[in-house]
Each structure stands twice: as C-alpha cells, then as structure tokens.
C-alpha cells in the first residue's frame, strides 16, 4: 500500500514538472500571419524571439500612452503549450501602408490599435471574421 502511494506521488511530482518547465509558444501559423503582417506595415519584428514571450522588439514596457508597441498573447491553449495572439498595438510608430489583411489569420485577435500611424485606404472587410474582435 505504501509503495502504490509512493509511486503515485512521484508521478504526480513528475507530471507537474513537466508541464512546468514547459515554455509555450506561439502558434508556427500565427508566426507566419505575423511575419506578412510585419511585411505590409514595414516593421522588422525578431523572429529569433518567440512573440508571446514579450522580449526583444514585441514590447516596450512603460511606454508612455499612445504610443504603446506591444503584441500580447493568451498561452493557455493545449495544456499550457501553445500561444495565440490576442492584442496588437502598434501606436505611433510611424508605420506606414494599408491595414494588414493577413490580421484575419489572427484567429483569436481581440484588439488591434495602429493610432497614430500613416494607415492609409480601406479596413479589410476580412476582418470582421474575425469573431473576437472587440476593439479597432
């Protein structure tokens, strides 16, 4: 009885370190989206960084307000391990060209803020297939 005990401890033990020093990533589709995103609005964001992971060129904390550069990610998809992008803001950055069609393939977008940029021509229809945006 004890040894079944100990076994299932240990398990369990070794379970939830797995799952713990798991680190979850962005979806490789939603890389590429924002990679032709990334091309359209003529940003050269560091692929060499996962997105979700708020390092390198995808944030700038404490930026003052309005001109925030940010894309935020919800990572509790397929037990923790898979990331997908809810927000991006893009704010006074300078950008220029046309609202990015490639955000429809964002599935879980919920906000997306290019204020204060040189965005230019119609919103893409697309987007409101989008069934989780909430905020443009």
Not at 5 to 22: D, E, F, H, K, M
Not at 63 to 72: D, F, I, R
Request: aromatic share 4%.
């Amino acid at each position: 009885m004890f040894c079944s005990r100990l076994v299932l401890v240990s398990l369990t033990i070794l379970i939830c370190s797995v799952n713990l020093g798991r680190t979850a990533t962005l979806a490789p589709d939603e890389v590429d989206a924002l990679k032709q995103i990334g091309k359209t609005l003529g940003k050269n964001w560091n692929f060499d960084v996962d997105p979700c992971s708020g390092k390198g060129n995808w944030s700038t904390p404490n930026a003052p307000k309005g001109s925030e550069k940010e894309v935020n990610c919800t990572c509790t998809f397929v037990n923790n391990s898979i990331c997908h992008v809810v927000t991006i803001a893009l704010k006074s950055r300078s950008l220029q060209g046309t609202v990015p069609r490639e955000l429809v393939k964002l599935p879980y977008l919920q906000t997306i803020s290019l204020l204060g940029n040189r965005i230019t021509g119609p919103i893409p229809g697309e987007l409101a297939n989008i069934s989780t945006l909430s905020d443009l």
